[in-house]
């Protein structure tokens, strides 16, 4: 079970994601609004489910086919700073 600190740091690393995310639609070249993107989806998963101690792994693997231990790879890989 996260503790409230990596609950907070997950979340932080979810915004910090989603503004880096979005700063290529503010340009003048911007892609259309929305594109379906499987690591979108996971965030949204993982933030939805964030106050409850994250997704439980029967809504992972039915939404991505992934067990809990590669979809939290997987979240952290695309959570990056890169």
Same mark, same amino acid.
């Given at each position: %079970? =996260?503790?409230?600190?990596?609950?907070? *740091?997950? &979340?932080?690393?979810? !915004?910090?994601?989603?503004?880096?995310?979005?700063? =290529? *639609? *503010? @340009?003048? $070249?911007? =892609?259309?609004?929305?594109?379906?993107? #499987? /690591?979108?989806? %996971? /965030?949204?998963?993982?933030? %939805?489910?964030?106050?409850?101690?994250?997704?439980?792994?029967? #809504? /992972?693997? @039915? !939404?991505?086919?992934?067990? !809990? $231990?590669?979809?939290?790879? *997987?979240?952290e890989? &695309?959570? @990056?700073?890169?």
């Open positions: %079970m =996260p503790t409230p600190h990596s609950r907070s *740091r997950l &979340a932080q690393r979810i !915004r910090q994601y989603q503004q880096a995310r979005d700063a =290529p *639609r *503010r @340009t003048p $070249h911007a =892609p259309p609004p929305y594109v379906y993107s #499987e /690591i979108d989806e %996971m /965030i949204r998963l993982a933030e %939805m489910w964030l106050p409850f101690g994250g997704p439980p792994e029967e #809504e /992972i693997f @039915t !939404r991505f086919g992934l067990t !809990r $231990h590669a979809f939290q790879a *997987r979240l890989k &695309a959570l @990056t700073i890169r």
